[in-house]
């Protein structure tokens, strides 16, 4: 009977292959290592589900056919710099697998949003590591090297544009004087942006949070920009820059938490985005997605709560 | 003018399309087994017994409530049992069923007397009365009984007949409409004049084009329009199609009566007009017989109580196991076997090569549900509810309001059955809402019954200590007169004692 | 440091006000947990739970001196529901106290009874409808199935029959659905 509708093993394989020019563009600029990653978090991902399903007294095959912690693995992997050691996404994995998924009771039961979860533990408990993004194409023997620490990374490394633009404000420089957006960026974002798209087409994710988490970005970096052009740097910087696509198309559309109601979703969406901006400008740390994803997360029921829609006839 | 489109709801194709829509007549069978409970109501009460002989249209069971109507035999013949048999139910159940073997002349009950051509002159509270007494009731599938939905809708304005059939894959209604065009609208004249409304409106989806035409021929009325809706599934679900063609709300809770609306099914209407005009009660239906195990889909007018075995020797069956569906691909239950006779409310049967059952995985919150539902409800959060067992915050969100269209189970990615935990919570909250009735009432008596032992015992302890306190008085009373009577001797005795002194000295 | 002192003071003070206040004035009569309770138990007065009815085993449990598992009629569900609302741990419902069986009432056997009326003086509910030398039967409709009349009958005539589910009282249940 569900002949024209996605059943949920075939929407999760779609969001995967609708990552692949993100992640294409990642290669172009930065080399292979970014595969390495998604390999390490892949079996990770499964080899700690299927124990944890044992563990539960779950059968095993169906839930890991699914294919949700494989994505929840690739996404993590595509987040962090693709050259941290091996050890940071596996602990990374296991930590949303474990935490963010299987303690609450498996796919359909998380509160908060998985890859989120090992992204924000693995920020917060090893900054060193997940602050020393690639500047610039790196071999993939180079890589693999570095990645399993058979050799140093002195040389290769520097802070992604935004921690750049977000430094250099701190020591006093204007918007002009830092320059525009960096091409990788740029051509990543485009990625999933195509990706994204590509998604809603097939009627994959609803169009409410993409739209409203953009529109919320653009209209809190409009009114800082048009407040101080010196210092806030423009929507197209925002919207271009950091993780901003990734999150609109496929990190806050993971429809097990966010919001479910029509209205609901568009008020997730919109607060994600302004505080994307708020925790970029004014918070500790260059990028604000997993936080404004997971502090979102936290008030979803409510949020539920107060936008149910109309019954007929009450 | 309101929005022939209602929001939710699903464009499903007919997965049995056929050519022709025909409505096939065929031979009487040899038996029929009439199932006593009918969908609403108490059970009926057979009031033939064992190797009685009965006639066609003659009632063989009464109802002693409003909310069903009497049972009739379908065929002339001798009452061979009167027993329990499997109904057509998800519960598998059995249920107290007259069987009668056919006699092959069906013969008729004397059908000359009633209303007749002359409709116009009887009283509705007499006509209602026929309604009731030729056991009619809804024929759409839920089966409440006419003449009770007709007195409640006294008064009532607008006359909706419901010839939608939203339900992909049915086509009865269709075919009786094509081959009885006359009767409906004959049937509408009817209703006018018996409820007093001011016009009726027949309602019909565009893919039924062939009735379209064959109404529109026969149609002349002023007060009764044909009116072409979209084809959209649940289009023809009462309170949708209400809001669909004249822009009113029911109130949840409330029926189309209390708004002055009158809905009844087509198919409904040509019984009625059988009953009222030409005298004839409820024995006979359309049915749909269809499925990916038959060639050709097919309509029949069969026989109430005819078995689905007998329907079934018509058709072109492919051999190999089956899954049976009956009353539809979206809102109808599946049975096991084929062991089950026709009842007022069966409009189609269903038999599919069997499928490898589809595992249900669990809800990933994608919300597809929430936003195919007709009537605006939030089925996942009903579905969250159900699971939990949490049937006080499944009322909060309007769960009786739920039609079980069973469009959101029909999209659901992980393929959850959710109107199966829809009706689960619902009889679980009418079970609850029983079980407190009754330990509200135990608890009553038994308080009622402490405080008669204790009157009971307060009561005996009064009257005890009156008959102390009557029989201390009488015992006092009795002290004074021995008092008088002790002073009386004394003084006696003392002036005694006195005259023997004086007599001494 | 003063400042910090202070501040404290005069917060605990104002809170400690609003707090007697309310206390006073929202103060709940009666003693509520105890009709709670009874509102949950099954009304059957049938003494399984070795109190004498429903009532003093709500007031044992509210006290603390029975246990929330000693009712049968209630089910395992009542069991949970009473967990529930003290806010314990859900325990096992006691098997010694009688096991758990269906839905069953009383039904006298018209031919053998001889209108003793020993089964309307113990029946806590008065679903018996005779007198004296008459003939006594049960009003269905308001047996509980305590079984308390079934050893003070000399004659033995009274059977418990159980209640089938028929087409129209049928509750599928959670288990059946979860297969699918």
Known sequence: MQANFLNTNQIMRQVIYALVLGVGAQIYFFGLSVLIQILLGCITAVAAEAIFLRLRGQTIKPSISDGSAVLTAILLAISIPSIAPWWVIVLGVLFAIIFGKQIFGGLGNNPFNPAMLGYAFLLISYPLQMTQWPSEFISITHASETIFGLSSIDGLTGATKLDYVKTQLMMGASIKEIGSISVSQLWINIGFLVGGIYLLFRRVILWQIPISLLSGVVAMSSILFLMDSNHYASSIFHLLSGATMLAAFFIATDPVSASTTPLGRIIYGFLIGILIVIIRVYGGYPDAVAFAVLLLNITVPLIDFYTQPKVLGK | MPNSNFKGG????????????????????????????????????????????????????????????????????????????????????????????????????????????????????????????????????????????????????????????????????????????????????????????????????????????????????????????????????????????????????????????????????????????????????????????????????????????????????????????????????????????????????????????????????????????????????????????????????????????????????????????????????????????????????????????????????????????????????????????????????????????EDAS | MINAISTLSVLALLFGLGLGYAAIRFKVKGNPLVDQIDAILPQTQCGQCDFPGCKPYAEAIAKGEAEINQCPPGGQDGVDALADLLGVETLPLDQEHGEIKPKRVAVVDEKVCIGCTLCIQACPVDAFVGSSKVMTQVIADECTGCDLCLPVCPVDCIDMIEIKPTIKTYVPTLKELVHA
């Open chain 2, 10 to 501: 699903l464009k499903i194709e007919n997965p049995y399309p056929s050519n022709e829509i025909d409505l096939i007549r065929i031979p009487l069978p040899d038996k029929v087994v009439l199932p006593m409970q009918q969908r609403i109501g108490n059970q009926a009460i057979p009031c033939v017994s064992i190797g009685e002989h009965v006639l066609t249209g003659q009632i063989i069971a009464t109802i002693d409530d409003d909310r069903c109507a009497p049972v009739h035999a379908s065929i002339s013949g001798t009452v061979t049992a009167i027993g329990n048999h499997v109904y057509a139910h998800q519960s598998g159940l059995k249920g107290l069923c007259v069987t009668i073997e056919s006699d092959g002349k069906d013969e008729w009950v004397d059908t000359s007397i009633g209303c007749t051509e002359n409709y116009k002159a009887c009283l509705p509270l007499t006509i209602y009365d026929k309604i009731r007494i030729s056991g009619i009731v809804g024929m759409g599938g839920a089966g409440f009984p006419t003449h009770t939905k007709m007195r409640l809708a006294r008064g009532c304005k607008n006359i909706i007949i419901n010839a939608t059939e939203c339900e992909p894959g049915i086509t009865c209604d269709a075919a009786l409409m094509q081959a009885y065009p006359t009767k409906v609208i004959r049937g509408v004249e009817v209703l006018l004049h018996i409820i007093g409304a001011e016009k009726a409106i027949i309602a019909i989806e565009d893919d039924k084009q062939d009735s379209i035409n064959e109404l529109n021929k026969y149609c002349n009325n002023e007060r009764i329009e044909i009116k072409v809706i979209p084809t959209k599934y649940t289009s023809g679900a009462e309170k949708i199609l209400i809001k669909t063609l004249l822009g009113i709300q029911v109130p949840s809770g409330k029926f189309a009566s209390d708004v002055g609306i009158l809905c009844l099914n087509v198919a409904t209407v040509v019984a009625m007009f059988d009953a009222v005009v030409e005298n004839r009660p409820l024995i006979s239906r359309a049915v749909t017989l269809a499925g990916s195990a038959i060639k050709e889909p097919k309509n029949f007018q069969v026989r109430l109580g005819a078995t689905y075995d007998y329907l079934l020797s018509f058709v072109d069956l492919e051999e190999g196991s089956h899954k049976v569906t009956m009353a539809g691909l979206m809102m109808g239950i599946n049975l096991k076997g084929t062991d089950y006779s026709v009842s007022k409310n069966t409009n189609c049967i269903f038999i599919d090569k069997a499928q490898e059952s589809v595992v249900a995985q669990e809800c990933i919150r994608c919300g597809m549900c929430n936003t195919v539902c007709p009537v605006e409800l939030l089925p996942q959060q009903l579905y969250w509810f159900s699971k939990s067992e949490n049937i006080e915050k499944a009322m909060d969100y309007n769960l009786l309001d739920c039609i079980e269209c069973g469009c959101c189970s029909y999209v659901c990615p992980s393929n959850i059955p959710l109107v199966d935990y829809y009706q689960f919570s619902k009889a679980l909250y009418k079970k609850q809402t029983q079980e407190k009735a009754q330990i509200e009432k135990a608890r009553e008596r038994f308080e009622f019954r402490e405080m008669r032992l204790e009157r009971n015992k307060s009561e005996r302890a009064a009257l005890m200590e009156a008959k102390k306190i009557a029989l201390k008085e009488k015992m006092a009373k009795d002290r004074s007169q021995k008092e008088k009577i002790d002073a009386a001797l004394e003084r006696v005795n003392a002036a005694k004692i006195d005259n023997m002194e």
